[in-house]
C-alpha cells in the first residue's frame, strides 16, 4: 500500500510526494532500529507525522479519488471506473453512469458497484437523524456529495456542480481529503468531524454514505441508537 506523508510534501501526478530536500534530509538521519516509521531511537526523537494518502483533482475524476482516498491507497483508475460503467449498463449506447465527454463525472452507482466488488458496502445517511446517532468507530470512512464551485483558471464561475468528497481517520485524526485541496485538511476528532457533516449537511445539498464492512452492514451497528 503506497502512502505519502503530507507535511514536506508536493504534489505530483495528482497524488502527494515527498520533495528532494525532505528525502535529503531523512537519509541524513540516523537509521531505525526496529520503528515502523522508520524514526531514530535517539531520546531526543520525535514521532513521524501520520502518513495520509492523497489524490489531487484531474479531470472530473473525483469519484475515482474519493474511493482511493477513503481506502487510503490507490485501488481504482478511470479506466476500471469505465468498465464498472459498461458492466451497470452493457446495452447502453450513451452510457448514463458517466460523462458523455469520458472525462469522469461518475454517479453513486459506480461508487457502490466499486465498493461492493472490495466486500464492503456504501450506506445512505439519513439527514433527519441526529448526528450524535452516528456510530463512527464502526465505519471505514465517509464519501461526500455536496455542491462545489466551478472555476476556469483563476476565474471562478458563479456555477455549481456536484463533487465527491472523502472523510477518514488515519492514526486517531479524522481529515477532509477533498481532492480539490492542495493536502490533507485535519477536522480531529470525532467532535470534529460531526461539526464538519453538521456544517455540509446545513448546505440542503449534502448526501453522506458510510462506507462500512459488509458485517457492520448486515448488523447495522453503523447507528446507535441507545
Known sequence: MRKRSVPGSRETDGATRRDPV????????PPSLGAEEGMSQAPEARPSPPSVYHERQRLELCAVHALNNVLQQRLFSQEAADEICKRLAPDSRLNPHRSLLGTGNYDVNVIMAALQGLGLAAVWWDRRRPLCQLALPKVLGLILNLPSPVSLGLLSLPLRRRHWVALRQVNGVYYNLDSKLRAPEALGDEDGVRAFL????????????????????????WLNTS
Open 22 to 29: 525532505t528525502q535529503r534530509r531523512e537519509r541524513r538521519s
Open 198 to 221: 453538521a456544517a455540509a449537511l446545513a448546505q440542503g445539498l449534502c448526501e453522506v454514505l458510510l462506507v462500512v464492512t459488509k458485517e457492520v452492514e448486515e448488523a447495522g451497528c
